[in-house]
C-alpha cells in the first residue's frame, strides 16, 4: 500500500538529511517534490493544494527551521497533517439501536460493492451478529447469482428475487424478510452506477428513501484518480453517504483516492479492502496509514491479524510443546498454515517497520511458494514420519521427494532445519519458532 | 434485442475496426453520424456537469496566453488523470507553438490541445484485424474494470457483422461470472464454451480455442477472472493462459485487450505495463468514459508504452462500446462546447 509514496517521500527527506540546518530554499524544493509525489498518488489536485499550504507553513515556522534534525521534523509535519486529512481515529460503522441495522452499498460499476457486501457480512457475523444481504443489483446479469454464491461462502443468508427488476421493492422486501426472520443486520447491495446517470442515481435515492438505512456506505476503488472527488460530490448530494469503503488496496495503487474522498466529503473511510479473500476486509485507522505513507510499517495491523487467526489455547499449547521439546512436524505444518492465513508473506513482511527498505537494499523476493513446496513437503510425509522424523530413512526422502514434486535435497534441507531448530527450543526452553525465517529464505 | 444495436453508422465503424465489408442499412433507416463524441455529448448534457473542466473553459475564454494560461492547463490536464510526465510535454509543445507565434488566444490553445492529444493517442485508425481462423481475442484486467461486459459487446458486434463466434468463460475465480457471460452469449448467438466454477481457466482458455478451430469459427473470444497485477502468482497464471492458447495455434492470442476503467488514476500505467510483460498486450478498452472520467491515463500509456486505445466504452447499453477515434475522443474531452 502506498509503496511508491512511501518510496518518494523516503528520497526527498534522505535528501535533507544530514545537512543540519534547513534555508527556505531547501523546504520549497520539498514541497514541490511532496506536490508531485502526492498527485502522481493520485491525491486530487484541490486536496493537494490544501495539504502542502499546510505542510509548508509549518515547515518554515520556527520548529523545524531551527531545529537539528529537521528532516524528522519535516517527517513528522507531513505525517499529522495526513493523519488530520484522514480523521484523526478509526471510525466504526454506526449500528441502530433498535436492531436491525440496515446498511445500503452504493458506487460506481467495477468497485466492487458486491464482494465487499460479502466481506462486510462475513465481519459481522465474527462479531457475533446475525447478518441478511439483499441483491438489488438488477441491471448487471448474474450479480444476484454472484452475490447469492458469496453469501454461501459466509454462511449468510440472501434475499434475492430472480426475474424481478424492481430494484426498489426487492430492497423493501429484503428488509422485511430480515425483520421477519429476526436478523439484526442487513446489508444491502445495489447496482453501479455512473454519476451523470441521472436515472440511476434517482433509483438509489428511491431505495434509500424506501428503506431508511442506518448508513449509506459508499464503496471506492483504491486506483481512482482524479475522478474520486467527483465521485464523493456527486454520491454525496444523492444519498449523502455516511462512510467510505475503500477496496483493492492490496495492489500497488498509491491509493491517494483516500485522502481525496476523505478531504472533499468529510466523511470516515470505515473498511479497507486487502484481497480476494472473503475475509480479507480491515478496519481503516488514520493514522497507521499515515505511517505507513511514511514507511514505518504497521505493526499493530500485522497483531490484529495475527489475533484473528490464532486462538488463544493454540498459541498455549503450541508453546508448551515448545517448551518441552516435543514439536512435530505436525505442529509445525499447523503453524505454518496459520501464518498463512494472515494473508500473502509479501503482505504480512510488508507491514513490519524498515522491511521495504530491507528488502530493497537486499533485493530479496518474497516467496510464497517456498512455503508452499515446504507445505507440499510435510504433506507427503505419512502421519508416523511427522510424528518422529527420525524413521525417515532414504527411501522415505525419495519417496517424499516425488510426491511433493521436490528433490532429495530440499527434503533434506528441511529435515536437517527442523532438526536445528528443535534442538535450539530444547536448549531455550521457552520462545517461540526462531528458526522460521530459515525456513523461509535459503 | 434486434432494436439494440444502434444504428448504420454504428455498424460501419465497428466494420472498419475489423477490416469487414460494410453491412446494408436496414430498410427505413437514414444512417447517422452519431459515435463518440456525440455520446458523450449527450451523456454530459444530462448530468448536472459541464463538458469541459472549468479550468480549460477559463483558459479557451483568455485574449490572452500568459503564465497563468501554462499553469492552468498544467492543472486541467492533471485534473484529467493525464499524468505528470505527459502533462509537462504536452504543455512544453503548446508553449512552442506559442512561441513561434501560432497561439496568441485561448481560442487557439483549445484547437492546438485536442489536436495534440489526437496525435499523441493515435496516428493511426485503431484496428482489430480478423486475419486468422480463428482470430484468438484474449481480454485481461484488473477486478471490476469491465472485462465480461467487453467480451459481451465484443461477441454481439462480432455476430451482427456475420461473424461466427466462440466465446471462452475463464474466468472461474469470481462467483456466477460464468453466468453472467451465459447471459451475453445467448444474446449475441455465440458458441458458449465453459467449465466449472474454480476449473482451470487454462483448460477452459485451451477448450475455447480449440472448439473455435474445429466449428471452423472466426473469432474466439476468452474473458480471463479480473487480478491485480501485483498478484504474481496470478499474473503467472494468466501467462499461462496465453501459452496454452499458443498451442493450439501457434500464432494466438492475436489480440489481447487490456479492458481499463477510465476513472483510474496513475496506477494504470503500472496496470499496462505489468500486464504487456505477462501477455504481450496490442491494445486498450477505456471503460466507464462518462465525462466526468477522462481517461487521461490512456494517454500516459500510449506515450510511456505505445500501447494504443481501441475500444472505448461509456456506459452499460450495447452501442456504449464503441471502436476509439482518437479526434473524437481528444474533442470530447478537451474541445469547448458548440
Known sequence: MFDALTDKLQGIFSGL???????????????????????????????????????????????????LTPDQQVVKIVSDELTALMGESNVALPLASKPPTIVLMAGLQGSGKTTCSAKLARYFVHQGRAPMLVACDVHRPAAAEQLAVLGGQVGVPVHREEGSTDAVGIATRGVEEARRTGRDLVIVDTAGRLTIDAE?????????????????????????????????????????????????????????????????????????????????????????????????????????????????????????????????????????????????????????????????????????????????IIRSMTLQERRNPDVINGSRRRRIAAGSGTSVQEVNQLLSQFKQMRKLMKQMGSGRMPALGGLLGR | MSAEGGDAADREAWAELFGLAPPEPEQGETPRRRGLFRRLRENLSAGPRQTISPQLAGIYAGKLVTQDTWDELEEALISADCGMDATLQLVEELRQEAAEGRITSGADVSGALWRAVAQHMAPEPARIRLEHQPTVILVVGVNGSGKTTTVGKLAYRLAQLGQSVVIGAADTFRAAAIDQLAVWAERSGAHFVRQGQGADPGAVAYDTVASAKARGADVALIDTAGRLQTQHNLMEELRKVAAVVRKVDESAPHEVLLVLDATTGQNGLSQARLFDQAADLSGVVLTKLDGTARGGIALAIRRELGIPVKLVGSGEKLEDLQPFDAQAFARAIFAPDG
Not at chain 1, 17 to 25: D, F, V
Not at chain 1, 37 to 63: M, N
Request: net charge negative; no cysteine.
Open chain 1, 200 to 376: 440511476m442515481m434517482d433509483e438509489l435515492v428511491r431505495i434509500k428513501q424506501a428503506i431508511d438505512p442506518t448508513s449509506v456506505v459508499l464503496v471506492v476503488d483504491a486506483m481512482t484518480g482524479q475522478t474520486a472527488v467527483e465521485v464523493a460530490k456527486a454520491f454525496g448530494e444523492a444519498v449523502d453517504f455516511d462512510g467510505v469503503a475503500l477496496t483493492k488496496l492490496d495492489g500497488d495503487a498509491r491509493g491517494g483516492a483516500a485522502l481525496s474522498v476523505r478531504a472533499v466529503s468529510g466523511k470516515p473511510i470505515l473498511f479497507v479492502g486487502t484481497g480476494e479473500k472473503l475475509e480479507a476486509l480491515e478496519p481503516f485507522h488514520p493514522d497507521r496509514m499515515a505511517s505507513r505513507i511514511l514507511g514505518m510499517g504497521d505493526v499493530m495491523s500485522l497483531i490484529e491479524r495475527a489475533q484473528e487467526n490464532v486462538t488463544v489455547d493454540d498459541a498455549k499449547r503450541l508453546e508448551e510443546k515448545v517448551r518441552s521439546g516435543s514439536l512435530t512436524l505436525e505442529d509445525f505444518l499447523d503453524q505454518m498454515q496459520q501464518v498463512r492465513k494472515m494473508g500473502p508473506m509479501s503482505q504480512v513482511l510488508g507491514m513490519l517497520p524498515g522491511f521495504r527498505n530491507v528488502a530493497k537494499a537486499k533485493d530479496l523476493q518474497v516467496d510464497d511458494g517456498q512455503l508452499e513446496r515446504v507445505e507440499a
Open chain 1, 17 to 67: 538529511k544530514g545537512r543540519g540546518k534547513l534555508t527556505e530554499s531547501d523546504i520549497d524544493q520539498a514541497m514541490r517534490a511532496i506536490r508531485l509525489s502526492l498527485l502522481e498518488a493520485d491525491v486530487s489536485l484541490p486536496v493537494v493544494k490544501q495539504l502542502t499550504s499546510a505542510i509548508g507553513a509549518r515547515a518554515k515556522g520556527a520548529e523545524v527551521m531551527e531545529s
